[in-house]
């Protein structure tokens, strides 16, 4: 049995991957601003007993080194950020406060208290506009002509990964970044059409869009992702020969497709969705494309097992019985 705290782990993936460490027998520590929305609360409360919460801003790092000096933390999954791209947008300075100086701390931390391993929960918003397909981890980041196509968000997300390589290259960090493709699965925050798609049509309301059929994205269900985690967190530093990882589905679809598998799975859906994509869209389709997976394949062992239509009929299945539907 290890103890590992999740940073965020009151989010969205920081639950589901609490989840798995709890069901395997590990202690789970949580640091976290907030607590869980009721959805996600429901999900680990079979576990609570071998669940610490701790209420802690990831900016104050004397409050996580007493949580993890206190609870004799092992290792880190590092899932505390701001995620939103458009709210990004409008609060840069606040993005890199957080998601940048929060992951100083937290390697800080590991560096002075001799931590087993950090896991960055990175993002595929890091890529500079595409260069290639299959996007593999050597695609450049930047381009000296200008900066992420999804603004601050992006870019603090490719500043922490710096950041992270530097301490694990300078200071003997056990440092591992997931660049994590659109992660979608019950209890959602961001919407990405999917989520008022799944979630309207199940209680048989309809859903309207003007635009953005033509947004493509590597939709990845959330317990691939934490089954990547684990094995990041478990995996043996000698069998590495990198430290960042593409984590998705290994598959683009649009936003007219997830349209289309709800409709297959729910007939009676009533779902409209127009072409055309939003400004910040267009900015954030010229870095995806399809993710080359083969390095997280080899030496993760990580394979994906959830195609969109298995992940929407989860994702289904799970609303329903959380809602009585």
């Not at 669940?51 to 933390?73: E, K, T």
């Not at 997300?157 to 960090?173: D, F, M, Q, R, W």
């Not at 440092?175 to 959602?188: D, E, K, P, Q, V």
């Not at 593409?246 to 007939?267: C, F, Y």
């Amino acid at each position: 049995m290890s103890t590992i705290m999740i940073t965020g782990g009151s989010g969205f993936l920081g639950t589901y991957v609490a989840r798995v460490l709890a069901e395997r027998g590990d202690r789970v520590v949580i640091f976290d601003a907030a607590g869980p929305a009721p959805e996600l609360a429901a999900l680990t409360a079979p576990f609570e007993q071998q669940i610490v919460r701790i209420r802690g801003q990831i900016l104050d790092l004397s409050s996580l080194l007493r949580g993890i000096q206190q609870h004799r933390v092992e290792r880190i999954f590092h899932a505390a950020a701001l995620y939103d791209p458009p709210y990004s947008l409008e609060e840069p300075a606040l993005t890199f406060q957080v998601n940048v100086n929060g992951t100083i701390n937290v390697l800080e931390a590991a560096r002075f208290l001799g931590l087993q391993r950090v896991v960055q929960s990175s993002s595929i918003a890091v890529y500079a506009p595409r260069q290639y397909e299959p996007i593999d981890e050597l695609h450049p980041i930047l381009l000296p002509s200008a900066g992420n196509p999804l603004g601050s968000y992006g870019a603090s997300k490719a500043a922490a990964e710096i950041v992270g390589l530097t301490y694990y290259s300078s200071n003997g960090v056990d440092f591992i970044a997931l660049r994590n493709s659109a992660i979608y699965g019950y209890g959602m925050r961001y919407p990405m059409y999917i989520k008022p798609m799944v979630e309207n049509s199940v209680r048989k309301l309809p859903t309207r869009f003007a635009t953005g059929g033509d947004m493509r994205r590597d939709y990845t269900h959330v317990k691939d992702i934490a089954q990547a985690v684990i094995k990041a967190l478990d995996v043996p530093a000698s069998t590495l020969t990198q430290r960042i990882f593409n984590i998705g589905s290994g598959t683009m679809h649009s936003a007219t497709e997830v349209a289309e598998t709800v409709r297959k799975i729910l007939p009676e859906a009533d779902i409209e969705i127009g072409a055309g994509l939003s400004a910040l869209e267009q900015s954030d389709m010229r870095a995806r494309g399809t993710l080359d997976l083969t390095a997280a394949r080899q030496q993760l062992k990580y394979e994906p097992r959830y195609s969109l239509e298995v992940g929407i009929r989860d994702y289904i299945e799970m609303h329903r019985a959380a809602n009585g539907l």
